[in-house]
């Protein structure tokens, strides 16, 4: 059975049929963030991602060099006025020459927000690089706090690296270091109170992400603790995980989960938070959090009405929707040959055509690896 898109009022789950949600924006100036995939390189193999023998990765002349990257977001600003960017991957800090990368463009005038989200694997050696190259923020990807267990789901990560590495992030000034879990089923569900207790010490914003079907990869069984053979596809493909109903958990089963245990949540004015995502933002209501939690919803209550975001994915293709939707091609109109002035109207007017493309409401699963896309 397809895991379904479920449209709800946040916190009390609904099924009404599918499609029912409001259409995304389909117009530029409803775009805030641009996303950028550096790399579809990741040196996790992350068990909802992709599978155990990894993906074939894109020709590294297909790769978006620094220059067109750079080229791209001085359109966004110049013409839409697009002035947030969220560098993602694959895993971004595998890119070589990252911290150049952004210490160009902190320089260009006009970036507003300059945010990276990271497994964390390398980030002992450049959290401190980073922030003095002018990165603001940092978002970090743990699925587990048991070793054992982030060694299973990640299949190549050490958490202990990972956890000194959001550590000396904090220790060179990044602030409003925000946490991702993906929240599974028979994987890391008993940890969830775990995760939300680490708010009370650590001035940490936890946001618990539902399991998003795309592209290419393995979960696991919700009854046992091995890989679900039925979930596995060919490498590249996008047919694995268009199952998986067993390893979803809603926001509303999250938040029963954790509310017997460490309290209410007490809702967060949202323009408090940083960042201009979809997450919405709670406080434990006791024992005086220095942190926050936070909800990513997009199956069981689809944010696509006010969707706010473009993706560049690494090859240099604008998509609208993670999931699925238009996508137009700008490498094209970069490696064209065309004059520059040109060459900049055609990106501005690759970004129109792309967001009028969004569609009514994400499909089932994606049909794109997500480490090509970013997030």
């Known amino acids: 059975m397809p895991l379904p898109v479920i449209n709800s009022t946040r916190g009390h789950p609904a099924d009404p049929p599918f499609g029912s949600t409001a259409a995304g924006p389909r117009s530029i100036s409803a775009v805030r963030v641009l996303r950028i995939s550096l790399t579809d390189r990741c040196n996790f193999r992350c068990i909802y991602c992709m599978p155990a023998e990894g993906v074939k990765w894109l020709p590294r002349d297909d790769i978006l060099r620094f220059e067109e990257i750079i080229e791209i977001v001085q359109t966004a600003m110049d013409v839409h006025s697009i002035c947030r960017f969220k560098l993602t991957g694959g895993e971004p800090t595998v890119r070589h020459g990252i911290a150049d990368l952004v210490w160009r463009l902190r320089r260009l005038q006009g970036v507003e927000d300059l945010s990276m989200t990271t497994n964390g694997m390398l980030l002992e050696n450049l959290a401190a690089p ?11 990807s743990i699925d ?22 959001l550590t000396i992030a904090e220790e060179v000034g990044f602030e409003n270091l925000k946490i991702n879990c993906v929240a599974m089923r028979g994987m890391n569900d008993e940890e969830l109170v775990d995760f939300a207790r680490l708010t009370l010490t650590r001035n940490l914003t936890v946001r618990f992400i539902e399991y998003m079907p795309l592209g290419n ?17 060919p490498a590249g493909g996008c047919g694995a995980q268009d199952r998986g109903k067993g390893a979803f958990i809603s926001e509303a089963e999250v938040r029963q989960r954790i509310e017997p245990e460490v309290g209410p949540l007490i809702e967060v004015n949202r323009s408090l938070e940083s960042g201009v995502g979809p997450a919405a933002v709670y406080r434990l209501a006791h024992g005086n959090p220095r942190g926050r939690i936070g909800f990513i919803s997009a199956m069981s209550a689809p944010f696509c009405s006010t969707c706010n975001r473009l993706r560049l994915t690494a090859d240099g293709v604008l998509r609208s929707c993670l999931f699925e939707g238009g996508e137009v091609n700008v490498r094209e109109i970069l490696r064209s040959g065309l004059p520059p002035s040109q060459r900049r109207a055609a990106l501005a007017r690759a970004m129109v055509d792309c967001i009028r493309l969004n ?5 089932f699963r ?3 690896q997500m480490s090509r896309i970013g997030g």
């Open 359 to 363: 569609p009514q409401v994400h499909g």
């Open 217 to 233: 990869a393995a979960i696991m069984r919700a009854d046992s603790r091995r890989v679900d053979q039925s979930e596995s596809g």
């Open 366 to 368: 994606g049909n794109q």
């Open 144 to 165: 587990s706090l048991r070793p054992d267990r982030f060694r299973q789901i990640t299949r190549t990560g050490d958490l202990d690296t990972v956890l000194r590495g």
């Open 130 to 140: 980073l922030k003095q190259a002018g990165l603001d923020r940092l978002t970090v």
